[in-house]
């Protein structure tokens, strides 16, 4: 079989997981059609404000593909063709079922943020910890998220228009977006970087089987492990992939567009499909990787010569051309500032929610955002690369524990929880493992004693959902 076919296989398998199983994920969760949503119950011209559900799934999936969709399977690809799988069945069972359920949880308890939603299924102290955790994860994202398409901005523009002007500019763009009204900018401009972005995923995808389709993943082996550092793909690689496969972030992003949804029925479709949307410019991407340079000691070398987005910059030239190339750049560009800017935004939110302050003035929303954006400056100026590896993790730990929180929710219900149970227990095993092993910022623990500890640790977790997870939790709304 040609290898081009490992693409043509794990795109249809991205489709026919939104055609079958989103159908079966949805029909476990029960949507009702006739129920008020928040966009009608909480109206207020700020953040929950009706729109129609084509530019729900634009704006969600903007929201969601920040540079994790592209430079995780970037570095994903070092590991080989495992990469590709992760993406594929990660998408499909994990990361849109757990992008539904953060979704729709918000939806039935009223457009509620992760913390509440965690802590309306496994209690106070998990509520308390995720408000800290949220908030945390959120800057990170806006930080990484402004970094990355500054440092690509300033490769395409004159000297003058270095990394430190654009870092600037986009930040004052997202201090902008954070505070006006969701419609405002959000709502008007993401259906022109929608295009953008679909020109690039389709123009990458294209120049690849124009310029030869028999290089496609030729220097891949199904059963090897090829990065040049000889690092353990479990679980380096589950964790690396992140949001081109199952994220957290997604959990802090899909109350924004709860707050927005019509009707109920709408979810499947903006939530599920978005995240199957993101998988495919994932597997873009880990093919790039795996197609346009030589070997793994080329990719990975491009890769330390200026981080993923060189991959980026001179993959997409070399592709498509001055013209193409600028345009795929520019798509990049647009998936992270699209990112950054709800995740400062979901920050404001959430703190908001914690200290009860109504976010209805301007002053009031000021009052969160510019302490919020001093911190974030503060933070982009640490190296990129320990940036990005605190994110990767607390991202997947996060996503484990809004999974555990979808289980509970199905569990207490009388539904079939399995569906958010193994993808929890998995990822869970993989975020305990690799801060276990990981030498700089974990505990520098021997893999195999890693690995022990992860299993360990995720039975446990199991073992209390099953045991204490149908009981009732303090203080939550018991008719959703």
Known sequence: MPRFMWFVIAAAGLVLGYLIYSKVVERVFGPQPQRATPAHTHSDGVDYVSMPKWKLWLIQLLNIAGVGPV????????YGPTALLWIVLGSIFAGAVHDYFAGMMSVRYGGANVPDIVGYNLGKIAKNVMRVFAVLLLLLVGVVFATAPAGLLAKLTPEWLDFKVWLGVIFLYYFLATIVPIDKIIGRIYPIFGALLLIMAAGVTIALFAEDSGRFYHWAEWGVNQHPGDLPIWPLMFITVACGALSGFHATQSPLMARCMDNERE?????YGAMIAEGFIGLVWATVGMTFYEDPAALSASIT?????????????????????????????????????????????????VIRLPQLTVGRRLSIAVPLFLIGIALSQIDFNIIWRYFGWSNQTLAAIMLWAAAAYLLRRGKFHWICTLPAVFITAATVTYICYEPKMGFGLSIGLAEVIGLVVAVICLGGLLGIGRRAVEGAPVDV
């Open 267 to 271: 979810g499947r479709f903006v939530f």
């Open 71 to 78: 430079f995780g399977p970037i570095m994903g690809a070092l």
């Open 305 to 353: 010569a200026g981080t993923a987005s060189n991959v980026v910059y001179e993959a997409s030239y070399a592709l498509m051309g001055t013209v193409g190339g600028l345009l795929a750049v520019l798509g990049v560009i647009v998936l992270p500032i699209t990112s950054g800017d709800t995740a400062f935004r979901a920050a404001r939110l959430t703190i908001a929610e």
